[in-house]
Structures are given as C-alpha cells and as structure tokens.
Nanobody
Framework: QLQASGGGLVQPGGSLRLSCAVS????????MGWYRQAPGQKRELVAT???????TYADFVKGRFTGSRDNAKNTMYLQMSSLKPEDTAVYYC????????WGQGTQVTVSS
C-alpha cells in the first residue's frame, strides 16, 4: 500500500516536502519512484530512489527536487524547492521493483 501526502498550494519559488508511506512489502529492497501527472497529461517519472545507490532525477526537476528514503520508517520523501507553476500536478509514489496499484497521490498546486 502506498500513501503519498504533503501536497498543497504554494507560491512560485516556494517549497514543499512530500512523503510516501509504504506498507505490505519489504520496503528496503525496493527501488522506488516519484511520479506526477498534470491535468490532461501522461504520468511521468520525477525521481528514482533506488534501494542502493544515488537518486536520479528527470531533467525538469534536477537541482530543485531532492529525493530521500528512511528504510526504518518505510517512508520516502521528495523535497521540492524553487517550485514553478508547471510543477502543478498530482504526485504519486510507487515501487519500480514491483509496481503496485496506484494510490490517490497528493495534489501540488503552484500558483500566485
């Protein structure tokens, strides 16, 4: 089970921290991903947080977003900074190792 949270309304240039609580799997061995889907658009990969190694990012968030995980808490995070209106989307998390059914995601709206 995947539960993303932490979204909200933020002004351009602002920051948000998303969380994803994972249950029902051995979280520590899963490569995880943050995704987003804007209205009328396909879901896209934002960041990959592997079980081992470095997090990788889509070009459109590099330098602005930072992904991390806490295996002891079965939780991963996405720190988003310098947010832009085009970052507005529903953000989701999922396993890349064994993808589960998509959760509801968390809405991020960047607007003045």
């Amino acid at each position: 089970q995947l539960q993303a949270s932490g979204g909200g309304l933020v002004q351009p240039g602002g920051s948000l921290r998303l969380s994803c609580a994972v249950s029902g799997v051995v979280f520590s061995i899963h490569d995880m991903g943050w995704y987003r889907q804007a209205p009328g658009q396909k879901r896209e990969l934002v960041a990959t947080i592997p079980s081992r190694g470095s997090t990788t990012y889509a070009d459109f968030v590099k330098g602005r977003f930072t992904g991390s995980r806490d295996n002891a808490k079965n939780t991963m995070y996405l720190q988003m900074s310098s947010l832009k209106p085009e970052d507005t989307a529903v953000y989701y998390c999922n396993s890349k190792t064994t993808p589960a059914r998509w959760g509801q995601g968390t809405q991020v709206t960047v607007s003045s």
